[in-house]
């Protein structure tokens, strides 16, 4: 990728090695935002548990490399803590430097907004910070982001130093980084959920508003589901125009909807305009799919 200078063009060469990262990052069903400039560095985080990985990269101009992970997406990852985040994805950490090279002794893991610390953000002294989510249906549960300190901007001279509950002197060698060792979060529902299913935030609810930002131009597939049946091969084949199939719900029951193939709300069938639709009755609670 030949390097750009303009704003336009250093924004377009981020904005295309966010979308390679978040192709190559390993981990099924995950679906990426799209990449857009951030002001509010807490937008990044999908919980205040997350964990935050740094990784600068340059020389000039100097970028910071950021991904950030739910405790929930990093069990799925089958990392029972963070000691080994930067190896696992060591692929989505060489598509967000692209053709810079990746300074691995200064890279710093954090825990939520302590973690961003230090970061520069869109429009702070002529800083670019460009980030786009991923999803796990509609629960963002990372963030991939590089960001470009200003020059007017007053960069720290040194990382930041780590939370209370991290031990900076306790570092072991991960994945060629030197990182401090960090405690595994305390589980949470929230958390369990995020990895378990696509399940939707309630509207309103605190931990959605900030994620539904990041969401926006996300194309999902909505499904309206009158019931199931399970045949056996020979009953499928035996099948003709006229045939009928007993679904397991009985006549009036409510339909159900579903986001990605997990069950989000269910309700009544309609006619509108002499089309089909569903009036939602009721939206399915998170613990129904826990």
């Known amino acids: ?49 997350a964990f935050v990985l740094v990784v600068p990269a340059g020389p000039e101009p100097a970028q910071q490399l950021v991904i950030v992970v739910s405790p929930g997406l990093l069990k799925a990852l089958g990392l029972s803590d963070a000691d080994g985040l930067a190896g696992a994805l060591s692929g989505v ?19 939520g907004p302590i973690g961003l610390a230090g970061l520069p953000v869109s429009g702070a002294g002529g800083s670019l910070l460009i980030a786009a989510g991923l999803f796990l249906g509609v629960d963002h549960v990372a963030t991939l982001g590089i960001g470009i300190p200003g020059a007017e901007s007053a960069a720290p001279e040194s990382a930041p130093s780590p939370p209370p509950s991290l031990e900076a002197d306790d570092t072991e060698q991960i994945g ?28 309103g609810a605190a931990d959605g508003s900030r994620s539904l930002s990041l969401l ?7 499904t309206a589901e009158l019931g199931r049946a399970r045949m056996t091969v020979a009953d499928l084949l035996s099948l003709t125009p006229g045939s009928v199939v007993e679904l397991d719900r009985i006549a009036g029951s409510p339909i159900d909807l579903l986001v990605n193939g997990t069950l989000f709300a269910r309700g009544e069938v309609v006619v509108i305009d002499e089309e089909f639709g569903v009036r939602i009755t009721e939206i399915v609670d998170r613990a129904e799919n826990i």
Do not use: K
Not at 93 to 111: K, M, Y
Not at 216 to 222: A, C, D, L, P, S
């Open 93 to 111: 950490i060489g598509e967000l430097a692209g053709t810079h090279d990746v300074d691995p002794t200064q890279a710093r893991l954090g825990i």
């Open 216 to 222: 926006r131009n996300v194309e999902m597939n909505v």
């Open 1 to 49: 990728m030949t390097p750009t200078t303009t704003a336009a063009g250093i924004a377009a060469e981020l904005t295309e090695r966010i979308e390679d990262a978040a192709q190559r990052f390993p981990a099924d069903g995950l679906a990426a935002g799209p990449a857009d400039s951030q002001e509010i560095l807490d937008e990044l985080l999908p919980s205040e548990d």
């Open 176 to 203: 060629g980084m030197d990182l401090p060792e960090v405690p595994s979060p305390r589980a949470t529902p929230a958390a369990e959920a995020a990895v378990a299913a696509a399940i939707p935030t309630a509207p």
